[in-house]
Nanobody
Framework: QGQLVESGGGSVQAGGSLRLSCVVS???????MGWYRQAPGKQREPVVL???????YYADSVKGRFTISRDNAKNTVLLQMNSLKPEDTAVYYC?????????WGQGTQVTVSS
């Protein structure tokens, strides 16, 4: 059974950086890979979605600050987050679509203090 396991969340001051990792196991031929986030009292929203290398959606609020990448050798999806702002505070979820099914990680908390 497919599984996504995130790590790398934590607390950081505004302007700092964090890197989230998502290890993918038991899933192949993903169509879409990316990250969502959910802040307290808000709906879950897409942060970055990679359809194919070179065809990537970034939410306007993170453009120029966040970068998604893949390490195929390690079956890992990475999210580098720079210049973090307090409004980036949320639970971040790894997301993947394969063979018509959606997969979610358990979520990792990111807290940015001003």
């Amino acid at each position: 059974q497919g599984q996504l396991v995130e790590s790398g969340g934590g607390s950081v001051q505004a302007g700092g950086s964090l890197r989230l990792s998502c290890v993918v196991s038991g899933i192949s031929n993903a169509n879409v890979m990316g990250w969502y986030r959910q802040a307290p009292g808000k709906q879950r929203e897409p942060v970055v979605l990679m359809y194919t290398p070179g065809n990537t959606y970034y939410a306007d609020s993170v453009k120029g600050r966040f970068t998604i990448s893949r390490d195929n050798a390690k079956n890992t999806v990475l999210l580098q987050m720079n210049s973090l702002k307090p409004e980036d505070t949320a639970v971040y979820y790894c997301f993947l679509t394969a063979a018509g099914r959606n997969y979610w990680g358990q979520g990792t908390q990111v807290t940015v203090s001003s």
